[in-house]
Nanobody, 117 residues
């Protein structure tokens, strides 16, 4: 069993930055792929970024060059550094864990990110 707890969300002005963290319990963290998803009001949940256990990454086109996903296996934590934030980045952000990219069987409770002046 893996439990995921996100933190770091909040209110930020356009152009600002936030760093989300997702702390995972359980010994399988280092062998799992991790992903960050987001869901805005009235929209479907979408992939933002993902990272394999080996550190390979992929990003949604809408965040490339602005967001960076990373992981610290010693701390069982995955991060999402978000720079140059835009109002359209406003959403609840969720982290997910699973054996391979796109096959996530554990999800966090989400953290709200609001980008507004």
């Amino acid at each position: 069993q893996v439990q995921l707890v996100e933190s770091g969300g909040g209110l930020v002005q356009p152009g600002g930055s936030l760093r989300l963290s997702c702390a995972a319990s359980g010994s399988i963290f280092s062998s799992n792929a991790m992903g960050w998803y987001r869901q805005a009001p009235g929209k479907q949940r979408e992939l933002v970024a993902a990272i394999t256990r080996g550190g390979s990454t992929n990003y949604a086109d809408s965040v490339k060059g602005r967001f960076t996903i990373s992981r610290d296996n010693a701390k069982n934590t995955v991060y999402l550094q978000m720079n140059s934030l835009k109002p359209e980045d406003t959403a609840v952000y969720y982290c997910a864990s699973g054996p391979v990219l796109g096959k996530y069987n554990y999800w966090g409770q989400g953290t709200q990110v609001t980008v507004s002046s």
